[in-house]
C-alpha cells in the first residue's frame, strides 16, 4: 500500500529524471556533434528495424517527435549521410527512412560513449533491478496511451559497442 505522499513524489521525481537524463543525453551528444533527437533515430533504425527501413511516422512514434520536428532531424542526418530515404515497395508513393553504413558507424561510436557513461552513473545500482523497473513504467505511459509497445526491446548490440 503506498502513502498518500507517494504519487506525487513520484509525479516530481520522474519529471526530474527526465530533465537529468536530456541534460547527460545532450552532453554526450555535444561530445559527437549530434542532438538527441539524431541520436534517437539512429538508434531506433540500428535496433529496432528487421529490414533496415522504417517509415517517418513509425519513426515519429517510436521516439515521440512531431511530423515537423522530425522532418527537420531527417534532414540534418541525410546531409551528413548518416540516413537515405528509400522507395517504399510497398507504397510506391511513400519514403523510408534508411540508416547508412557511416551513419551505422557513427551511431556505434556515440552509442559506446554513451553506455561507458551511463556505467559510471549506474555503476553503484543493481542493473537489471532498474531495468525491469523502467520496462514496467514504460508499460504503464504505453497501456493509458495506447501507443507502439517498447517496454519488451532489448538492445542489438555488437561486439565492437560492447569492446
Do not use: K
Amino acid at each position: 500500500m503506498s502513502s498518500p505522499e507517494t504519487l506525487p513524489t513520484l509525479v516530481l521525481l520522474l519529471a526530474r529524471l527526465e530533465r537529468l537524463n536530456e541534460s547527460f543525453m545532450a552532453g554526450v551528444c555535444r561530445r559527437h556533434d549530434i542532438s538527441p533527437s539524431e541520436l534517437r533515430v539512429l538508434a531506433m533504425l540500428r535496433h529496432r528495424t528487421d529490414a533496415g527501413r522504417v517509415s517517418p511516422s513509425q519513426l515519429a512514434e517510436w521516439i515521440v517527435q512531431t511530423s515537423g520536428g522530425l522532418t527537420a532531424t531527417l534532414h540534418r542526418l541525410e546531409e551528413a549521410d548518416n540516413v537515405v530515404r528509400v522507395e517504399d515497395p510497398d507504397d510506391g508513393r511513400g519514403r523510408l527512412v534508411q540508416l547508412t553504413d557511416r551513419g551505422a558507424a557513427f551511431y556505434e561510436a556515440v552509442f559506446a560513449d554513451l553506455v561507458d557513461r551511463y556505467g559510471v552513473v549506474f555503476a553503484d545500482l543493481d542493473q537489471d533491478e532498474a531495468l525491469s523497473s523502467v520496462r514496467r513504467m514504460i508499460e504503464a505511459f504505453e497501456r493509458h496511451d495506447g501507443t507502439v509497445r517498447t517496454g519488451d526491446w532489448e538492445a542489438d548490440v555488437t561486439e565492437e559497442a560492447l569492446a
